[in-house]
């Protein structure tokens, strides 16, 4: 098996910082995949960086371990944890970054933790013999994550690297509700490189009747859900790759047309005789 | 053999896009080489793409498999296919992306497509028994084109996935003409990161008195064909890494200085004593 | 053994060049692991290249080959050179950009050259046979350094490349210096894409009483020495990753906050009783 490790950073393109955290995983495991998720996360948006994993980290092939830097607490008295669920492994620091993963399986939510369920498991990274032997207390990615994702992809096995723990910290994230009257108020959870909205309303969420319709985000109303960013002119809704709905503008940019922003409202009207 | 696949595309670098593919790709064939061309394409701009593309892929080995995603019709009734030319694979839309590369070949254009000639074929993708289970409408790339060129790593024909088609979609690329007086009409045609500006004007249409090569673009008047960027102070103009004449600004940035764009006309004054 | 070859260069995201180089040394060399330093060093500036390089390179694994691409004497009489420097291998222009490379090693400087000590060995490229069969006069990188990295990721021992030389370009780096009155005064030499200001502080010029330090930057004081981002809210002066001291601000930009650049002073005061 060839393993892979991804990394999702705030770190940016711009430094050395990625390289010196790729140079430690090869220097203890020449065979390693590495594969760049994003390295472009707002400066500490734990928020954007457990989204933008989360849309990626499904598609990868078993047994792969997943590193995320976005880690504004680096030093301090935050747990550094590896997360496994089902064959896939997590390196990352518990600030809430895995909010999106532990929340596809089974377990329970009590206030901003989550209780690990079955087919989870974690540690608190508590073992420095497996680290860089001088820990620079402003970069944990480089001297504590890489060594022990490159050790991870020897095989060795997450109990070596800490104690167990059963629960993780989670963000307080909205989820779209629908209320008795079939509407539905979601928000804007991710705006993409098109300029596209993605909401958290997932596709289950929305009304049987799609060409009726109406979605309301930044002022405007939509009609009908569309199937393609070029099914016709202007701004439409859909179902994106993402699984939820998406704002987006045929050949424009939604976000900049509507003037909205992560947090946003999007607010999905029942569809009714009046 | 070790297959080598690239990537071309406007999805950006703040997005779990690109990841997704790689992801499906290294599920598929795990000893694949992913190797990226370039990811930031602006925004459906396929006449960039295809020169970005044409400016990599010769260089790159035997039997490399290009995905090309810059795709704005994906969805709708755009064919996906895949081009073989001597050993190189293109897995693309049918939008234009690979003007460059079946221009560098024998065959023949009419209109807006290009009959494939020798050594070249296409196939159309429409098998979906060799795509990911699920496809979404906004993503071929992840759910289509990644899946293609992973099966192609591993060695499956071409024919596997698709009818065989013998022309191809081509931009209406303005090519550089020489005029009877010996003068040469081009276009600026991609901008680099420097401000180097790259033209349409290959190396063989320029006159052979390379001293006395007048160039004008966006107003000024270059004298000369440089060799190096190093040459002389201020503006100058030379052949380029590309092949192609570019002019470039010594230690400077040429398009900010001449304030012009892609499109723009470059002329090339015939060298005539008066 | 599984080769690394890393790349730092000016040559930016939004072009074909990297690409077109890693295609070259995958023709040669299947088999090498392509790792990216940074392709955003800013056009032609040497000195940043000199240093995101050396954050990088001393975490590459034993034979790490670092290819940079930091040129804007392409081209002209400067010589392109290898560097052997224990282990590591470095392609590069001899134009200062491996000032921080050599400068960590035995040797002597004499003005602006630096005499290579015990441990260093260097050729200049003078065996066009080891290039591309053409080479364009301003892409080097694709058609000589590329290639060279290639051939010395197979084993091909630098000697082969061209004649032994024994002194390299060196840049006019400042470093920090130590009054007797116990003063230090420093410069920033980098600021990262958090705008943290990296200086050329080294550890061990600091004083040993890390409470009692007193920093001025920008017009601004900072009392006291931190160990992480999160100590204290504000503007915080720490012992980098980088192992300089550097300036931050916690949730926020230093560099935008002080309106500082690269060269501006850092003086820490001397903390004696008045």
């Given at each position: 098996?060839?393993?892979?490790?991804?990394f999702?950073?705030?770190l940016g393109?711009?430094?050395?910082?990625?390289a010196a955290?790729?140079?430690?995983?090869l220097?203890?495991?020449?065979?390693?995949?590495?594969?760049?998720i994003?390295h472009?996360i707002?400066p500490q948006?734990i928020?954007q960086a457990?989204?933008?994993?989360?849309?990626?980290?499904?598609f990868?092939?078993?047994?792969?371990?997943?590193?995320?830097?976005?880690?504004?607490?680096v030093?301090?008295?935050?747990?550094?944890i590896i997360?496994?669920?089902?064959?896939?492994?997590?390196?990352?620091?518990d600030?809430?970054?895995?909010?999106?993963?532990?929340?596809?399986?089974?377990?329970?939510?009590?206030?901003r933790r989550?209780r690990?369920g079955?087919?989870?498991?974690?540690?608190?990274?508590?073992?420095p013999?497996?680290?860089?032997?001088k820990?620079s207390?402003?970069?944990h990615?480089?001297?504590?994550?890489?060594?022990?994702?490159?050790?991870?992809?020897l095989?060795?096995?997450?109990?070596?690297f800490?104690?167990?723990?059963?629960?993780?910290a989670?963000?307080?994230?909205?989820a779209a509700?629908?209320?008795?009257?079939g509407?539905?108020t979601g928000?804007?959870i991710h705006?993409?490189g098109?300029g596209?909205?993605?909401?958290?309303?997932?596709e289950d969420?929305?009304?049987?009747d799609?060409?009726?319709?109406l979605?309301r985000v930044?002022?405007?109303?939509?009609?009908?859900?569309?199937?393609?960013f070029?099914d016709?002119?202007g701004?439409l809704?859909?179902?994106?790759?993402?699984?939820?709905?998406?704002i987006a503008?045929?050949d424009?940019?939604?976000?900049?047309?509507?003037?909205?922003?992560?947090?946003?409202?999007?607010?999905?009207m029942?569809?009714?005789?009046v």
């Open positions: 098996m060839v393993p892979v490790i991804t999702t950073t705030d393109l711009d430094d050395a910082y990625v955290m790729k140079g430690v995983i220097g203890i495991n020449p065979r390693a995949r590495l594969v760049d994003c472009t707002k948006d928020t457990a989204f933008v994993l989360d849309q990626a980290y499904p990868f092939p078993e047994g792969t371990i997943h590193v995320v830097v976005v880690d504004p607490g030093g301090t008295t935050r747990r550094a997360l496994k669920k089902g064959s896939a492994l997590f390196v990352a620091p600030n809430g970054v895995l909010s999106y993963v532990v929340r596809r399986s089974p377990g329970s939510r009590a206030g989550f690990l079955p087919g989870q498991e974690a540690v608190v990274l508590n073992r013999g497996l680290w860089r032997e820990v207390p402003t970069f990615g480089r001297d504590i994550f890489a060594p022990v994702a490159a050790r991870l992809s095989g060795q096995p997450i109990t070596d800490g104690d167990v723990i059963n629960s993780l989670v963000l307080p994230l909205d509700r629908r209320a008795k009257d509407s539905v928000h804007i705006i993409d098109f596209n909205l993605v909401t958290d309303i997932k969420k929305l009304p049987g799609r060409p009726g319709v979605v930044g002022g405007r109303l939509i009609t009908g859900l569309s199937r393609t070029a016709r002119p701004l809704a859909l179902v994106g790759s993402s699984g939820y709905l998406e503008q045929r424009g940019n939604a976000a900049a047309t509507l003037g909205v922003r992560v947090g946003d409202e999007v607010y999905i029942p569809n009714k005789p």
